[in-house]
């Protein structure tokens, strides 16, 4: 008789039953024999024939213990009894099943802006490795719409789900992939979009008239934060602090207690450092960046939780000298989120120089750009002369002065 082949098995919770499926050359066996062994010692721990005419065995449940590597081998009989050779051995895991899905996002979850920060959770109790995962949308239909690229490491567990529109819905979803091969999916998670918010939750300021004494009392959600440090120790430059090779100390002003909203802006910015450290007698968190070899400067949201602490990225950027970052911490029934999103700077006029000489040094503005070109004499192009014109078709003004640009793109503007 021919040896059966077993096909490959991935890793299983031990606690269910599990087909093991093989294929088998002739005759449809009689009766079928499923031995397995421990990987390491190779000692039998379980070898059982049944009568079966189909090409599979079922390992009972709890047979097995998860978090062990063990192998089968098996047998095959026919009509009169004659057994096979034993198959050679197929190697396997037994593993608890893992977690795997989106910790801030439940199905039917309406969200009020245009984009969605989606935070992936993989956990897996026999520490298994996510191998790779990746990021898709579809329309209200379940019809794709994008897919991210494909992701190998869990430095990238937060996803940016952009350009949604108002008054639609659409379903996410996350598939990844294990060390031993166990496919991953988050399943179709519905969300509908309405971004016209309630403008009574964004109430600057209340005010109450005390009848009695004609008095009016103010009240407003927004809190003012005061220093320690002695103010005219700092440069100020269009509501920004310098604190280049300085810190500032907040003593009043910031809980770490209940639902809240922290946003803070930087300019000039492209390092690795701890940007804001708060904390109070019982909570607390980090803010930080970290430039990677590739160039890609990440932000960092840490917050300490016993043992393991609470860890949020941004997306990554390449920013521009002229770009500002806007990093917003929010937390909601005691579960945090980091919001980072970079625009440039408007108040920045970027003068552009051409030409074989490099411009003399008091010219440039920091923001200025030399490009080199050979065999012309180098000339100023202020950047208030440059027309700019962002549409799908090449507007019909365009060279009538020299330095004109036009960028194709879906809008005609």
Same mark, same amino acid.
């Given at each position: 008789?021919?040896?059966?082949?077993?096909?490959?098995?991935?890793?299983?919770?031990?606690?269910? %039953?599990?087909?093991?499926?093989?294929?088998?050359?002739?005759? *449809?066996?009689?009766?079928?024999?499923?031995?397995?062994?421990?990987?390491?010692?190779?000692?039998?721990?379980?070898?059982? !024939?049944?009568?079966?005419?189909?090409?599979?065995?079922?390992?009972?449940?709890?047979?097995?213990?998860?978090?062990?590597?063990?192998?089968?081998?098996?047998?095959? $009989?026919?009509?009169? #009894?004659?057994?096979?050779?034993? @198959?050679?051995?197929?190697?396997?895991?037994?593993? #608890?099943?893992?977690?795997?899905?989106?910790?801030?996002?439940?199905?039917?979850?309406?969200?009020?802006?245009?984009?969605?920060?989606?935070?992936?959770?993989?956990?897996?109790?026999?520490?298994?490795? *996510?191998?790779?995962?990746?990021?898709?949308?579809?329309? @209200?239909?379940?019809?794709?719409?994008?897919?991210?690229?494909?992701?190998?490491?869990?430095?990238?567990?937060?996803?940016?789900?952009?350009?949604?529109?108002?008054?639609?819905?659409?379903?996410?979803?996350?598939?990844?992939?294990?060390?031993?091969?166990?496919?991953?999916?988050?399943?179709?998670?519905?969300?509908?979009?309405?971004?016209?918010?309630?403008?009574?939750?964004?109430?600057?300021? %209340?005010?109450?008239?005390?009848?009695?004494?004609?008095?009016? !009392?103010? $009240?407003?959600?927004?809190?003012?934060?005061?220093?320690?440090?002695?103010?005219?120790?700092?440069?100020?430059?269009?509501?920004?602090?310098?604190?280049?090779?300085?810190?500032?100390?907040?003593?009043?002003?910031?809980?770490?207690?209940?639902?809240?909203?922290?946003?803070?802006?930087?300019?000039?910015?492209?390092?690795?450092?701890?940007?804001?450290?708060?904390? =109070? #007698? $019982?909570?607390?968190?980090?803010?930080?960046?970290?430039?990677? %070899?590739?160039?890609?400067?990440?932000?960092?949201?840490?917050?300490?939780?016993?043992?393991?602490?609470?860890?949020?990225? @941004?997306?990554?950027?390449?920013?521009?000298?002229?770009?500002?970052?806007?990093?917003?911490?929010?937390?909601?029934?005691?579960?945090?989120? *980091?919001?980072?999103?970079?625009?440039?700077?408007?108040?920045?006029?970027?003068?552009?120089?051409?030409?074989?000489?490099?411009?003399?040094?008091?010219?440039?503005?920091?923001? %200025?750009?030399?490009?080199?070109?050979?065999?012309?004499?180098?000339?100023?192009?202020?950047?208030?002369?440059?027309?700019?014109?962002?549409?799908? =078709?090449?507007?019909?003004? *365009?060279?009538?002065?020299? $330095?004109?640009?036009?960028?194709?793109? #879906?809008? =005609?503007?």
């Amino acid at each position: 008789m021919a040896k059966p082949i077993i096909n490959y098995i991935y890793p299983f919770d031990a606690t269910k %039953d599990k087909r093991i499926t093989f294929t088998f050359t002739g005759d *449809l066996p009689y009766k079928n024999r499923l031995v397995i062994y421990d990987a390491e010692t190779l000692s039998v721990i379980y070898d059982f !024939t049944a009568a079966s005419r189909v090409l599979y065995c079922t390992l009972p449940a709890n047979t097995c213990t998860n978090g062990t590597k063990y192998a089968a081998a098996i047998q095959c $009989y026919d009509m009169n #009894d004659v057994p096979s050779s034993l @198959s050679d051995k197929t190697y396997f895991w037994c593993l #608890d099943q893992p977690s795997f899905y989106f910790s801030n996002v439940e199905s039917g979850d309406v969200v009020t802006t245009s984009s969605l920060y989606a935070e992936l959770l993989y956990f897996q109790p026999q520490d298994e490795e *996510l191998m790779q995962f990746q990021f898709f949308i579809y329309d @209200s239909k379940q019809v794709l719409l994008a897919e991210s690229q494909v992701y190998y490491s869990t430095d990238y567990l937060t996803y940016k789900y952009s350009g949604l529109e108002n008054e639609k819905i659409y379903y996410i979803r996350a598939k990844g992939l294990t060390e031993h091969g166990t496919e991953l999916d988050t399943g179709f998670i519905e969300i509908d979009i309405h971004t016209d918010y309630d403008n009574t939750d964004f109430t600057n300021i %209340d005010v109450v008239c005390n009848n009695n004494s004609s008095v009016v !009392t103010y $009240y407003t959600n927004f809190v003012i934060v005061n220093s320690v440090e002695d103010g005219s120790l700092y440069e100020y430059e269009d509501s920004y602090i310098n604190l280049t090779n300085n810190s500032l100390h907040y003593a009043t002003g910031i809980y770490v207690e209940g639902d809240f909203l922290l946003c803070f802006k930087i300019k000039e910015f492209y390092d690795t450092a701890t940007l804001l450290e708060v904390a =109070d #007698d $019982y909570y607390g968190f980090t803010v930080s960046s970290y430039v990677y %070899d590739n160039g890609d400067l990440r932000f960092k949201l840490t917050v300490p939780n016993g043992l393991t602490p609470y860890i949020l990225y @941004s997306e990554p950027f390449i920013p521009g000298p002229a770009d500002i970052f806007i990093v917003y911490v929010k937390r909601i029934n005691n579960v945090y989120q *980091l919001y980072v999103y970079m625009k440039e700077n408007p108040a920045i006029n970027t003068n552009m120089f051409f030409g074989e000489d490099e411009p003399e040094p008091e010219l440039p503005e920091k923001y %200025d750009k030399w490009l080199t070109t050979e065999n012309v004499p180098t000339v100023e192009i202020l950047e208030g002369d440059v027309h700019r014109f962002i549409r799908t =078709d090449e507007p019909i003004v *365009l060279a009538q002065d020299m $330095y004109d640009i036009w960028i194709g793109g #879906d809008d =005609d503007t």
